[in-house]
């Protein structure tokens, strides 16, 4: 980091409006808070920025919630900082009244982009970001309750619902709370290293989780073959191992019918679906195995499996040894 602005602190604006989801404003200030603490304790001097958090809003005054508490904004548009990073929470229900109150922040989004600020915007949230036409010609993701409608209001933007999170440069839009606190995370290890980025991650998010990396779709990239589909298929089957769906109804959500994912599915990978399937829930049954306390059963039900009889089979199918065994010997190389 330049010691010129090694002790500049760092920006952070949230926006501010009626019906916005509370939890969306404070995970993130709480999150940011505490990474904020921990690398004043463990960063040098040089090369620690002081954390400064500003609430905007188009008016002044106090915003009631459906919470009963009231949010106090610092500034206007017209009275705000030029900000690091700018965080759009969501919105309670349907977002369209509230993007058509807010013009005003709809600009300030774009000038602050035009400014170099990173924008995260969250569920429904991502309209406002949409509004500005940040989103145009991008990818996005929203709340799924109102993806269909998204796509009408915004048919420029390359919204894709079956994902979590995307990122288009500076821009992220996430379609969770979840996607959020991973988000954030990436976003802690950026201003204040990974070790920071750990620890919050360790005090704020569940058990298992996921990285970042594995979670977006990240603009320009897919799953190292240029099917995007086929990509967007693969991201959805990592992420609903426990789904009921068979691989002929996971091809009609994406509407192709089974031969033609089939065959398109193994020109991608060179595998059929159902190893690569199969392939996913050994894996993932094998990071649960070694990194969780879920007993076999709960593993089993994790990875889609019926029952632990089921999972069994598999494991000494592909690995010769059973889930206990796997765990037995895995856990004396991590921890003996």
Same mark, same amino acid.
């Given at each position: 980091?330049?010691?010129?602005?090694?002790?500049?602190?760092?920006?952070?604006?949230?926006?501010?409006?009626?019906?916005?989801?509370?939890?969306?404003?404070?995970?993130?200030?709480?999150?940011?808070?505490?990474?904020?603490?921990?690398?004043?304790?463990?960063?040098?001097?040089?090369?620690?920025?002081?954390?400064?958090?500003?609430?905007?809003?188009?008016?002044?005054?106090?915003?009631?919630?459906?919470?009963?508490?009231?949010?106090?904004?610092?500034?206007?548009?017209?009275?705000?900082?030029?900000?690091?990073?700018?965080?759009?929470?969501?919105?309670?229900?349907?977002?369209?009244?509230?993007?058509?109150?807010?013009?005003?922040?709809?600009?300030?989004?774009?000038?602050?982009?035009?400014?170099?600020?990173?924008?995260?915007?969250?569920?429904?949230?991502?309209?406002?970001?949409?509004?500005?036409?940040?989103?145009?010609?991008?990818?996005?993701?929203?709340?799924?309750?109102?993806?269909?409608?998204?796509?009408?209001?915004?048919?420029?933007?390359?919204?894709?619902?079956?994902?979590?999170?995307?990122?288009?440069?500076?821009?992220?839009?996430?379609?969770?709370?979840?996607?959020?606190?991973?988000?954030?995370?990436?976003?802690?290890?950026?201003?204040?290293? @990974?070790?920071?980025?750990?620890?919050?991650?360790?005090?704020?998010?569940?058990?298992?989780?996921?990285?970042?990396?594995?979670?977006?779709?990240?603009?320009?990239?897919?799953?190292?073959?240029?099917? =995007?589909?086929?990509?967007?298929?693969?991201?959805? @089957?990592?992420?609903?191992?426990?789904? =009921?769906?068979?691989?002929?109804?996971?091809?009609?959500?994406?509407?192709?019918?089974?031969?033609?994912?089939?065959?398109?599915?193994?020109?991608?990978?060179?595998?059929?679906?159902?190893?690569?399937?199969?392939?996913?829930?050994?894996?993932?049954?094998?990071?649960?195995?070694?990194?969780?306390?879920?007993?076999?059963?709960?593993?089993?039900?994790?990875?889609?499996?019926?029952?632990?009889?089921?999972?069994?089979?598999?494991?000494?199918?592909? @690995?010769?040894?059973?889930?206990?065994?796997?765990?037995?010997?895995?856990?004396?190389?991590?921890?003996?």
């Amino acid at each position: 980091m330049d010691k010129e602005i090694a002790n500049n602190p760092l920006k952070v604006s949230l926006l501010v409006y009626q019906h916005l989801l509370i939890t969306s404003l404070t995970l993130p200030i709480e999150m940011l808070r505490a990474a904020e603490a921990f690398a004043k304790s463990h960063l040098a001097k040089s090369q620690f920025r002081p954390l400064e958090i500003y609430l905007i809003a188009q008016h002044q005054q106090p915003i009631k919630n459906r919470t009963g508490l009231a949010i106090i904004p610092d500034c206007t548009t017209q009275s705000a900082p030029k900000s690091d990073l700018i965080i759009v929470p969501g919105i309670w229900r349907n977002p369209r009244p509230v993007v058509r109150a807010n013009d005003e922040l709809v600009n300030w989004l774009a000038t602050s982009w035009q400014d170099n600020s990173q924008i995260i915007g969250v569920g429904t949230g991502n309209c406002l970001l949409a509004e500005a036409k940040l989103l145009d010609g991008h990818p996005a993701t929203t709340h799924w309750h109102y993806a269909e409608q998204f796509k009408r209001d915004y048919p420029e933007v390359l919204l894709k619902p079956d994902f979590f999170i995307t990122q288009s440069e500076r821009l992220y839009s996430v379609a969770s709370l979840n996607a959020l606190a991973d988000v954030i995370v990436h976003i802690i290890s950026q201003y204040y290293g @990974l070790q920071a980025a750990q620890h919050v991650e360790r005090n704020f998010s569940h058990e298992i989780r996921k990285p970042y990396e594995d979670q977006r779709y990240l603009e320009g990239a897919v799953d190292k073959h240029p099917d =995007e589909l086929i990509a967007q298929i693969q991201f959805w @089957l990592k992420n609903n191992l426990a789904s =009921e769906h068979t691989l002929s109804e996971v091809a009609s959500l994406f509407g192709l019918s089974y031969r033609t994912f089939s065959r398109r599915f193994r020109h991608a990978t060179n595998q059929s679906p159902v190893e690569y399937w199969q392939q996913l829930r050994v894996q993932t049954a094998k990071e649960l195995l070694a990194s969780s306390n879920l007993s076999i059963q709960e593993v089993a039900l994790e990875v889609g499996y019926g029952d632990q009889g089921h999972l069994t089979r598999v494991f000494k199918k592909y @690995l010769s040894q059973t889930p206990t065994d796997y765990r037995s010997i895995v856990r004396r190389k991590l921890f003996g």
